[in-house]
């Protein structure tokens, strides 16, 4: 028999035994969902996320009105952390700053007075130190708050209550656009002008269903507050605003500034939207000093209130739209503006949202509050005439109500009784000052009760009539039109809308002045660019220890290809090489050639040629010059080499026949016409040799080397004195391709190499 004592392990009635993954899943997503409907997203209907709703909520409490007197931000930042909003208050200051820059908001929510950052990308100052008050705009987003537009709900500890939603007079959303990264989900809204929108907003009230196509003829792009011009197609902005996602193209304004004399410069006066204009210079020195912009000479920061940077063009010669669109390709100076609408539509479901969708959420919002501010307002007034009912049965009665009030203990209830009162209006009867027992009031109170007749009877028609609702929301807009429409300060259209020029894409080395240089590159791999074309036998210095390899002439405009024993070319571009008056800087720091892979050759790009390459194992083949030329610094494999086996030569392929030479000093002749023409791989046998290694061991195994010449023309190489020797009759060496020849002619190099 079981001890009574035992007992099963059973979990105290406070804990609940679940599975890891249940608990984790279930958790993971009320995070989720807190951060998406609660700090990332902005409401449809005010375009507001709850921090900023919170703030201009905080504000209005505090009486911060547009025209009032301005409060210490650290006092704002403390109200809404410790009423509202209960988080770090640098988080609700940096919300509060970012709601008064005008570089960042189309229509600020908030006037600041102090530091509160720059479109350099300079912080604002502490809170302690910046005072803020509400703005025009914010205020109109909270008109109708005190007459029951929108619903309110407790605040985080039940101490108090805030609204919901605003009840928002314009189309917040797109009027100052919004930005904000959730769960799985982001956010990425470009500001609008407001005379636009609400352009749009009164013919979808007249044509419910408008199509969007339409809708873009009153709102044909955003309107940044940094201005700039949108140069993306009408058919790729009509997309983005059908489906909700896409991406415009905005790029700086600009003017060419003539200084007299033949000399201009351009001034940039707009930048695009959300660059940091710090950054941007900065990009652009880095690029100027890179030379990577040849054409470009200097830019310098000349700002003050307004924007003004200064681009300096090499010479007189360079065509300004050119050098634009050079820079508009390599830095910051055009942007893509990603347009991402996805927000809460209704307060609660994150939907990724059409133009037309998103007014549309805005003007039913609008005629929600109206309805509620129209019963509202019908409370009142019911409320009011049944007070004015009483009162005039007052005066009529006046000397019994005044004998009853001085004769009766409790007054109240015999003048209910006497006059048939209510109880609202026996106590308004009661609370009412003797000044006002005169007979002129009488009339006063029979004029507001018709006209509180009248009033009502009109809010009752606006209630019943769908039709009235809609007239009347636009004549609200209308008002809110005439308040910061294009007519206002500010409320004109500041983002052009353009064509992008067509202008050809240039080169770069018809960017660069042509000059003449001679290239130096030591044993060791240290290369430089001298100026003018020297002898090619001069004496140069090199580091102790070094010596020369490749020295050539070429110009600032050409290109050097680099082949390494890796089947790997290299492209540098000669205006890009250090200057000669020292040793120069190591080709391993301009292109990525590890440090165990050998420089093969090094030579002077010409287009339209041909190369023969070839490996130590034997094999190899002729690929165009065009296709070897690599964009990054990693190079473009060619030549394909395994373990042991590494890339021997690279020869310009001309003539109509190829010698090869194994370090066994065998040597063969076959036709190039052989030779098959690849962009890339192991290629074919040239010559057949013992098993390759290295290219530097001294073993007589490999290939050595290959060259093409022109059979009729004989093929040469110097002999060990160093003079020229030329080999006519060839008979006994040439042979098929991949195979394994016969012994050099007498006089052959003993480095089994042939003339360059």
């Given at each position: 028999?079981?001890?009574?004592?035992?007992?099963?392990?059973?979990?105290?009635?406070?804990?609940?035994?679940?599975?890891?993954?249940?608990?984790l899943?279930?958790?993971?997503?009320?995070?989720?969902?807190?951060t998406?409907?609660?700090?990332?997203?902005?409401d449809?209907?005010?375009?507001?996320?709850?921090?900023?709703?919170?703030?201009?909520?905080?504000?209005?409490?505090?009486?911060?009105?547009?025209?009032?007197?301005?409060?210490?931000?650290?006092?704002?930042?403390?109200?809404?952390?410790?009423?509202?909003?209960?988080?770090?208050?640098?988080?609700?200051?940096d919300?509060?700053?970012?709601?008064?820059?005008?570089?960042?908001?189309r229509?600020?929510?908030?006037?600041?007075?102090?530091?509160?950052?720059?479109?350099?990308?300079?912080?604002p100052?502490?809170?302690?130190?910046?005072?803020?008050?509400?703005?025009?705009?914010?205020?109109?987003?909270?008109?109708?708050?005190?007459?029951?537009?929108?619903?309110?709900?407790?605040?985080?500890?039940?101490?108090?209550?805030?609204?919901?939603?605003?009840?928002?007079?314009?189309?917040?959303?797109?009027?100052n656009?919004?930005?904000?990264i959730?769960?799985?989900?982001?956010?990425?809204?470009?500001?609008?002008?407001?005379?636009?929108?609400?352009?749009?907003?009164?013919?979808?009230?007249?044509?419910?269903?408008?199509?969007?196509?339409?809708?873009?003829?009153?709102?044909?792009g955003?309107?940044?507050?940094?201005?700039?011009?949108?140069?993306?197609?009408?058919?790729?902005?009509?997309?983005?605003?059908?489906?909700?996602?896409?991406?415009?193209?905005?790029?700086?304004?600009?003017?060419?500034?003539?200084?007299?004399?033949?000399?201009?410069?351009?001034?940039?006066?707009?930048?695009?939207?959300?660059?940091?204009?710090?950054?941007?210079?900065?990009?652009?020195?880095?690029?100027?000093?890179?030379?990577?912009?040849?054409?470009?000479?200097?830019?310098?920061?000349?700002?003050?209130?307004?924007?003004?940077?200064?681009?300096?063009?090499?010479?007189?010669?360079?065509?300004?739209?050119?050098?634009?669109?050079?820079?508009f390709?390599?830095?910051?100076?055009?942007?893509?503006?990603?347009?991402?609408?996805?927000?809460?539509?209704?307060?609660?479901?994150?939907k990724?949202?059409?133009?037309?969708?998103?007014?549309?959420?805005?003007?039913?919002?609008?005629?929600?509050?109206?309805?509620?501010?129209?019963?509202?307002?019908?409370?009142?007034?019911?409320?009011?005439?049944?007070?004015?009912?009483?009162?005039?049965?007052a005066?009529?009665?006046?000397?019994?109500?005044?004998?009853?009030?001085?004769?009766?203990?409790?007054?109240?209830?015999?003048?209910?009784?006497?006059?048939?009162l209510?109880?609202?209006?026996?106590?308004?009867?009661?609370?009412?000052?003797l000044?006002?027992l005169?007979?002129?009031?009488?009339?006063?109170?029979?004029?507001?009760?018709?006209?509180?007749?009248?009033?009502?009877?009109?809010?009752?028609?606006?209630?019943?009539?769908?039709?009235?609702?809609?007239?009347r929301?636009?004549?609200?807009?209308?008002?809110?039109?005439?308040?910061?429409?294009?007519?206002?300060?500010?409320?004109?259209?500041?983002?052009?809308?353009?064509?992008?020029?067509?202008?050809?894409?240039?080169?770069?080395?018809?960017?660069?002045?042509?000059?003449?240089?001679?290239?130096?590159?030591?044993?060791?791999?240290?290369?430089?660019?001298?100026?003018?074309?020297?002898?090619?036998?001069?004496?140069?210095?090199?580091?102790?220890?070094?010596?020369?390899?490749?020295?050539?002439?070429?110009?600032?405009?050409?290109?050097?290809?680099l082949?390494?024993?890796?089947?790997r070319?290299?492209?540098?571009?000669?205006?890009?090489?250090?200057?000669?008056?020292?040793?120069?800087?190591?080709?391993?720091?301009?292109v990525?050639?590890?440090?165990?892979?050998?420089?093969?050759?090094?030579?002077?790009?010409?287009?339209?040629?041909?190369?023969?390459?070839?490996?130590?194992?034997?094999?190899?083949?002729?690929?165009?010059?065009?296709?070897?030329?690599?964009?990054?610094?990693?190079?473009?494999?060619?030549?394909?080499?395994?373990?042991?086996?590494?890339?021997?030569?690279?020869?310009?392929?001309?003539g109509?026949?190829?010698?090869?030479?194994?370090?066994?000093?065998?040597?063969?002749?076959?036709?190039?016409?052989?030779?098959?023409?690849?962009?890339?791989?192991?290629?074919?046998?040239?010559?057949?040799?013992?098993?390759?290694?290295?290219?530097?061991?001294?073993?007589?195994?490999?290939?050595?080397?290959?060259?093409?010449?022109?059979?009729?023309?004989?093929?040469?190489?110097?002999?060990?004195?160093?003079?020229?020797?030329?080999?006519l009759e060839?008979?006994?060496?040439?042979?098929?391709?991949?195979?394994?020849?016969?012994?050099?002619?007498?006089?052959?190099?003993?480095?089994?190499?042939?003339?360059?």
């Amino acid at each position: 028999m079981a001890d009574p004592t035992d007992t099963p392990d059973i979990p105290p009635p406070s804990e609940v035994v679940e599975s890891l993954r249940r608990a984790l899943g279930d958790r993971y997503l009320t995070y989720a969902l807190s951060t998406i409907t609660d700090r990332a997203l902005p409401d449809a209907r005010d375009g507001l996320k709850p921090v900023h709703r919170r703030i201009l909520y905080t504000m209005r409490s505090l009486r911060l009105e547009p025209t009032g007197p301005y409060r210490k931000c650290a006092k704002i930042t403390g109200e809404v952390m410790g009423n509202y909003h209960p988080h770090g208050d640098q988080a609700i200051y940096d919300a509060l700053a970012r709601l008064a820059q005008d570089f960042n908001m189309r229509y600020p929510l908030v006037d600041g007075q102090g530091n509160f950052g720059n479109i350099d990308g300079d912080n604002p100052a502490a809170a302690r130190y910046t005072e803020a008050r509400s703005t025009p705009a914010a205020f109109s987003l909270m008109e109708g708050l005190a007459e029951d537009a929108v619903n309110f709900r407790p605040n985080y500890d039940g101490s108090d209550s805030e609204p919901e939603v605003l009840p928002a007079t314009f189309p917040n959303l797109l009027a100052n656009g919004s930005s904000g990264i959730a769960v799985g989900m982001a956010t990425n809204i470009p500001p609008h002008n407001l005379d636009e929108l609400i352009a749009a907003c009164l013919h979808l009230i007249k044509a419910p269903n408008a199509r969007d196509e339409t809708l873009l003829d009153y709102i044909p792009g955003p309107d940044f507050p940094t201005g700039g011009v949108l140069v993306e197609g009408p058919e790729a902005i009509a997309e983005a605003y059908r489906t909700g996602r896409g991406a415009m193209r905005v790029r700086a304004k600009w003017d060419v500034e003539d200084l007299g004399r033949g000399q201009w410069q351009i001034v940039v006066t707009e930048i695009p939207f959300q660059v940091q204009k710090s950054k941007l210079i900065e990009k652009v020195a880095e690029l100027v000093t890179a030379k990577k912009i040849p054409i470009l000479a200097d830019i310098r920061d000349e700002s003050a209130e307004d924007i003004r940077v200064i681009l300096e063009p090499r010479s007189r010669t360079v065509d300004p739209a050119v050098l634009m669109e050079t820079l508009f390709r390599q830095s910051d100076l055009e942007n893509r503006f990603s347009l991402n609408m996805n927000v809460l539509i209704d307060g609660r479901t994150p939907k990724v949202c059409s133009l037309k969708e998103v007014l549309r959420a805005f003007l039913d919002h609008r005629q929600d509050v109206l309805l509620r501010r129209t019963r509202h307002r019908l409370e009142k007034i019911d409320h009011r005439l049944e007070v004015l009912e009483g009162y005039i049965i007052a005066f009529l009665n006046l000397d019994r109500v005044i004998e009853i009030i001085r004769t009766e203990d409790e007054p109240k209830p015999v003048m209910m009784a006497e006059f048939e009162l209510s109880d609202v209006q026996a106590e308004a009867i009661l609370n009412m000052r003797l000044r006002s027992l005169r007979k002129l009031e009488e009339l006063e109170l029979r004029n507001e009760r018709d006209a509180l007749l009248i009033e009502r009877a009109d809010l009752e028609d606006l209630l019943a009539d769908e039709g009235v609702q809609w007239s009347r929301i636009a004549d609200q807009l209308r008002e809110v039109r005439k308040t910061f429409g294009k007519g206002t300060t500010g409320g004109a259209r500041r983002t052009l809308i353009e064509a992008a020029p067509e202008v050809e894409e240039v080169p770069l080395e018809a960017m660069i002045e042509r000059e003449p240089i001679t290239i130096v590159c030591s044993q060791m791999g240290w290369i430089r660019a001298m100026k003018g074309h020297i002898a090619l036998d001069s004496e140069l210095k090199f580091k102790d220890g070094d010596g020369p390899r490749f020295i050539f002439h070429a110009e600032t405009t050409d290109k050097v290809l680099l082949f390494g024993a890796n089947g790997r070319f290299y492209t540098l571009a000669a205006s890009t090489l250090p200057g000669g008056r020292g040793m120069g800087e190591p080709v391993r720091l301009m292109v990525d050639l590890p440090n165990d892979v050998d420089m093969v050759d090094l030579f002077l790009h010409k287009p339209g040629r041909r190369l023969i390459v070839a490996s130590s194992a034997g094999d190899g083949f002729v690929v165009p010059e065009a296709e070897v030329l690599a964009q990054t610094r990693s190079g473009k494999q060619v030549l394909n080499v395994k373990d042991g086996i590494a890339a021997i030569a690279c020869k310009p392929a001309a003539g109509d026949h190829v010698a090869s030479v194994g370090r066994n000093r065998k040597m063969l002749v076959f036709p190039l016409a052989e030779l098959p023409e690849m962009t890339r791989g192991k290629g074919v046998r040239l010559q057949k040799v013992p098993a390759g290694s290295a290219p530097l061991d001294a073993s007589a195994s490999g290939l050595s080397d290959v060259t093409t010449f022109t059979l009729a023309e004989g093929l040469s190489w110097k002999d060990p004195a160093g003079r020229t020797r030329t080999e006519l009759e060839l008979a006994d060496w040439i042979g098929k391709r991949a195979a394994a020849g016969r012994m050099a002619p007498r006089g052959f190099p003993r480095d089994n190499r042939f003339t360059q």
